[in-house]
């Protein structure tokens, strides 16, 4: 197991996300994409989304490695996509010429103070609001410390009719026969807690359709989606591929982050280790547990 001194990290004081960004995560993130698109049957978003006509524009809002925002591009070769982060392009492949990638806080930051790969042009978009047709998000529940804020912000930036996609999970624990498990668990509760102190919001996932309503999105839409903590109850080799990397890499994962978000409070090294540790036991336990995964869609009125 790496120490989490050994990771990087983005450098934005303002931004509350946890977990790191060097090469390994990246190769995580890339992994991770694989997977939600095998379970989501090679559709990984499903905004109803029918772009014709000009001056189109996508956002893809933490965009890690960018297989989203490709995927975008190619998808809708009429449209500028644009893929914003805290941390800069990784750069692992070639992109499409309709995507750019951008540096910076959609919270904190105007869209013209964005920047771009190379850390000096910011891009000109002409405007603070009504920008976009479709922006997407996923998987920010360790970054997002304002979530009705951001929601608005989202509202803000979209055109008319334009479409939001929120996809993300809770950090709750079920068993086999659904009920939560990890209310119960001390090591979680510690995090729990201390994660909420920085603005985090672990349920972000199911509180996401209600927020988007309370925003003034309309035709609000959730589909939700099992993830599996382990591979091996799984008859469908997709699932249990799924599975599998989840019980490995997320449970790692796992580790770098207690130790960030505790460290935020300033809680002391051994205390850090010893929750680190427990956590290690209870989530590598021989017990079906799973998360689940919510895919939210609204739509701003005409």
Same mark, same amino acid.
């Given at each position: 197991?790496?120490?989490?001194?050994?990771?990087?990290?983005?450098?934005?004081?303002?931004?509350?996300?946890?977990?790191?960004?060097?090469?390994?995560?990246?190769?995580?993130?890339?992994?991770?994409?694989?997977?939600?698109?095998?379970?989501?049957?090679?559709?990984?978003?499903?905004?109803?989304?029918?772009?014709?006509?000009?001056?189109?524009?996508?956002?893809?809002? @933490?965009?890690? $490695? /960018?297989?989203?925002? !490709?995927?975008?591009? +190619?998808?809708?070769?009429?449209?500028? &996509?644009? =893929?914003?982060?805290?941390?800069?392009?990784?750069?692992?492949?070639?992109?499409?010429?309709?995507?750019?990638?951008?540096?910076?806080?959609?919270?904190?930051?105007?869209?013209?103070?964005?920047?771009?790969?190379?850390?000096?042009?910011?891009?000109?978009?002409?405007?603070?609001?009504?920008?976009?047709?479709?922006?997407?998000?996923?998987?920010?529940?360790?970054?997002?410390?304002?979530?009705?804020?951001?929601?608005?912000?989202?509202?803000?930036?979209?055109?008319?009719?334009?479409?939001?996609?929120?996809?993300?999970?809770?950090?709750?624990?079920?068993?086999?026969?659904?009920?939560?498990?990890?209310?119960?668990?001390?090591?979680?509760?510690?995090?729990?807690?201390? @994660?909420?102190? $920085? /603005?985090?919001?672990? !349920?972000?996932?199911? +509180?996401?359709?209600?927020?988007?309503? &309370?925003? =003034?999105?309309?035709?609000?839409?959730?589909?939700?989606?099992?993830?599996?903590?382990?591979?091996?109850?799984?008859?469908?080799?997709?699932?249990?591929?799924?599975?599998?990397?989840?019980?490995?890499?997320?449970?790692?994962?796992?580790?770098?982050?207690?130790?960030?978000?505790?460290?935020?409070?300033?809680?002391?090294?051994?205390?850090?280790?010893?929750?680190?540790?427990?956590?290690?036991?209870?989530?590598?336990?021989?017990?079906?547990?799973?998360?689940?995964?919510?895919?939210?869609?609204?739509?701003?009125?005409?």
């Amino acid at each position: 197991m790496n120490k989490p001194a050994q990771r990087t990290y983005h450098d934005r004081r303002d931004a509350a996300y946890v977990l790191p960004n060097d090469a390994a995560e990246h190769a995580r993130l890339e992994r991770q994409a694989r997977y939600l698109s095998a379970i989501m049957d090679s559709q990984p978003v499903h905004a109803p989304l029918s772009l014709t006509g000009s001056n189109l524009q996508i956002l893809d809002v @933490g965009c890690g $490695t /960018g297989i989203i925002s !490709d995927y975008l591009a +190619n998808r809708f070769k009429n449209a500028e &996509v644009y =893929g914003l982060d805290l941390s800069p392009d990784p750069q692992l492949r070639d992109h499409p010429e309709n995507l750019k990638f951008l540096q910076g806080n959609v919270l904190e930051d105007e869209p013209s103070q964005w920047i771009d790969r190379g850390g000096t042009t910011r891009l000109a978009l002409g405007k603070s609001t009504g920008i976009f047709d479709l922006i997407f998000s996923r998987l920010l529940v360790c970054g997002m410390s304002d979530w009705p804020r951001y929601i608005e912000t989202e509202f803000a930036l979209l055109k008319p009719g334009g479409y939001v996609e929120i996809q993300d999970v809770d950090f709750r624990w079920f068993d086999a026969d659904g009920n939560c498990i990890s209310d119960s668990w001390s090591w979680w509760q510690r995090v729990r807690v201390a @994660g909420e102190s $920085t /603005g985090l919001d672990w !349920d972000c996932g199911k +509180n996401a359709a209600q927020r988007l309503r &309370v925003a =003034g999105f309309v035709d609000v839409v959730v589909k939700t989606y099992r993830w599996p903590w382990g591979g091996q109850w799984e008859s469908d080799p997709v699932w249990k591929t799924f599975g599998e990397y989840v019980a490995t890499d997320i449970v790692e994962l796992n580790w770098h982050m207690i130790a960030r978000l505790m460290a935020k409070i300033g809680t002391e090294e051994r205390e850090v280790r010893a929750l680190q540790e427990e956590a290690m036991r209870v989530l590598q336990k021989e017990e079906r547990k799973e998360w689940f995964y919510y895919v939210t869609i609204g739509r701003k009125p005409e």
